[in-house]
């Protein structure tokens, strides 16, 4: 579902992110993604969403070589990748509803169908009771919920989440991920990035090991 | 197809118009700086259309006036008169005296007393020709040739007036082409401004929006209805202010046009010109909305 081959990227500025990085995620598998801060967590997840482009080696996603598409075909693109952040990236003038609906209402969906979706997605991540209530009266941990239905919602090939849990305390990140591998058991594709080893080793997944932009470890390959 | 077209349109649209209200004092003063801005040309060239009307209010504008030599006696200048009178192109002519001449210029002039002390009448008889409607072309045919008579000194015009009349309104004509240029021009930036300051305000839901797939133009597409609204709404406001600038107007207008002896009443803005006025405002406003847009959407990209 996810490959990389040999994918390095260096910003401007002389800074290399990521040194010659190949490994292969197949469809319906999930894998932690962990390194310390700088090890090039972020750098690699926004190759996926194409937020960034690679220096060099090639980024292919559902079968499609990322690299080749131009700027005008990068929505179509983004439409099936789900992207979950640290900060939510919630809209907070608008309803929870109308938030998780954002990418259905872009994909040009009927209403029918948004609210259908809608409540699917909010009932996942059990927030249904609160789909008229603006986001900035939850609890962070209810927000990144929030994040995580607006970004099922469109039942993506991927997704991908960058430090979901990174403001969270233990219980909830612990709450957030099992959500995540709830989402793997019904054949989800799932990347997520964090730096919270215990985390990791307790819900026993694949993890692929960034240190310092280069591969140090993949417990899956 | 059209159906989800319709669906992502009409979202806009309600967008749009939410977004307007909900920075009532700023959205009011901008809809009012579109309404003044289009409603001075607009107002210019309602002007222009009332004084061009104004023209045939006077009838004897083309009147001429034939001076006849001063050795012509009455009896010949009547006959002329009637001469005159039944050419297929001439409505009527009036023969005046001298004597008639005198006693009107006393009259009016104020020199009573010292036209008084003349021993000798020094006025030549004069015709007054009514020419039926024509062009100037031939109005003019018809003054060489009554000038060309035997008996007749010179022929004086009457309309000279209308012409620098008809001169100025098309002066007047060129510098509302001007202002309605300048001004739209105007229109276009206070817009793409506002539609600027409000992708500014947005940069964070746009990010959000870019992120998870919208296209440019679902993007821009509540944008490009924000301008509309403004440019539409305040070609409304400028309609507004003119028709009631003509209320104000149509009064004294009234009494100056009795004076005149002339049925004259003020021409307001009129279907075709609102719907002009409108039209164009609408037009402007998505226009700006574009052009701001197109520049400053592109620079956003999420991080």
Do not use: N
């Given at each position: 579902m996810i490959r990389f081959e040999n994918v390095q990227k260096r910003y401007p500025g002389g800074r290399e992110a990521l040194a010659g990085v190949s490994f292969e995620l197949g469809r319906g598998e999930l894998a932690f993604l962990t390194g310390p801060s700088g090890a090039g967590k972020s750098t690699l997840l926004k190759l996926v969403a194409l937020i960034e482009r690679p220096t060099r080696g090639t980024v292919l996603v559902n079968g499609q070589n990322t690299t080749r598409l131009t700027r005008r075909r990068i929505p179509k693109y983004r439409q099936r990748i789900g992207v979950v952040f640290q900060d939510h990236k919630l809209l907070y003038d608008r309803s929870v509803f109308d938030n998780v609906a954002v990418p259905l209402v872009i994909a040009g969906m009927t209403p029918r169908e948004i609210g259908k979706r809608v409540r699917a997605a909010l009932d996942q991540v059990g927030l249904l009771d609160r789909e008229s209530h603006r986001p900035i009266t939850l609890s962070t941990g209810e927000q990144q919920r929030v994040g995580i239905a607006r970004a099922v919602a469109g039942r993506p090939d991927v997704l991908i989440a960058d430090e979901p849990t990174g403001n969270l305390d233990p219980e909830l990140s612990l709450e957030i991920m099992r959500l995540f591998v709830r989402f793997h058991e019904v054949g989800v594709t799932l990347l997520i990035a964090t730096h919270d080893l215990d985390l990791v080793a307790q819900l026993g997944q694949r993890r692929i090991q960034l240190v310092g932009g280069r591969l140090a470890g993949d417990s899956g390959a | 197809m059209i159906a989800r077209w319709f669906r992502l349109h009409a979202q806009s649209l309600t967008g749009a118009f939410g977004r307007l209200g909900s920075t009532l004092l700023g959205a009011l003063l901008n809809i009012l700086v579109v309404a003044i801005a289009l409603a001075l040309p607009a107002a210019m060239q309602v002007l222009l259309i009332n004084l061009g009307s104004m023209a045939p209010a006077f009838e004897d504008a083309a009147d001429f006036t034939v001076y006849l030599g001063l050795t012509v006696d009455e009896d010949r200048g009547r006959d002329l008169a009637q001469a005159i009178g039944a050419?297929?192109?001439?409505?009527s002519a009036r023969f005046i005296s001298n004597i008639e001449g005198l006693a009107e210029l006393k009259a009016g002039s104020g020199f009573g007393d010292a036209l008084d002390s003349l021993t000798e009448n020094p006025l030549p008889h004069v015709v007054k020709v009514r020419p039926l409607p024509a062009t100037i072309e031939r109005l003019d045919a018809l003054a060489a040739e009554l000038d060309a008579l035997?008996?007749?000194?010179f022929v004086q015009l009457d309309r000279q007036w209308i012409e620098r009349l008809q001169a100025i309104l098309a002066l007047g004509g060129r510098m509302t082409d001007v202002v309605t240029i300048l001004l739209a021009a105007g229109v276009l930036l206070v817009i793409g401004n506002t539609i600027r300051l409000e992708i500014n305000n947005r940069r964070t839901e746009i990010e959000v929006l870019k992120l998870v797939g919208a296209t440019d133009g679902f993007i821009r597409r509540p944008f490009l209805y924000t301008g509309f609204c403004l440019g539409l709404l305040g070609a409304l406001a400028a309609v507004l202010l003119i028709e009631v600038g003509l209320l104000l107007l149509a009064g004294p207008a009234r009494d100056l046009a009795a004076l005149y002896a002339t049925d004259f009443a003020v021409t307001g803005l009129e279907l075709r010109g609102i719907g002009i006025l409108l039209g164009g405002g609408a037009l402007l406003g998505w226009l700006g909305a574009w052009l701001a847009a197109a520049r400053h959407l592109r620079a956003i990209e999420p991080v």
């Open positions: - | 050419r297929p192109d001439v409505e035997d008996s007749v000194d």
